[in-house]
């Protein structure tokens, strides 16, 4: 079982820092007047994000759900490494949260 939650929860991390750098460099472009060309590498990443998605072994849907709560999670890592905005308590008990309601959708028990 600890073997495939630690390589679900890194295809998880994996697949949203490919969402966010995908949708990060446009802005980039978009508010900084930074270059055109951070669009490709942007395209790249967020083709990257949609194929890590079909690498989950769960139902599309399932993991669609399940997916927000990390992603939730790693953008708030993302806002404190990157734009070095430090994150709140209330941004830690809300992914708390999430992580919790991802668990509950990803892990429980399933009628066959």
Same mark, same amino acid.
């Given at each position: 079982m600890l073997p495939e939650?630690?390589?679900?929860? +890194?295809?998880? #991390?994996?697949?949203? *820092? +490919?969402?966010? #750098?995908?949708?990060? *460099?446009?802005?980039?472009?978009l508010k900084q007047g930074r270059s055109v060309w951070l669009?490709?590498?942007?395209a790249a990443s967020l083709a990257l994000f949609a194929w890590l998605l079909t690498l989950h072994p769960h139902a599309a849907g399932r993991v669609y759900a399940a997916y927000g709560g990390v992603y939730i999670g790693v953008a708030l890592l993302w806002l404190w490494a990157v734009d070095s905005v430090k994150p709140s308590v209330?941004?830690?008990i809300g992914v708390g949260l999430c992580l919790l309601g991802m668990s509950v959708i990803l892990f429980g028990p399933r009628q066959i």
């Open positions: 939650l630690t390589k679900t929860v +890194a295809l998880f #991390v994996l697949t949203a *820092l +490919a969402e966010i #750098v995908g949708c990060y *460099l446009p802005y980039l472009w669009l490709l590498p942007a209330t941004d830690w």
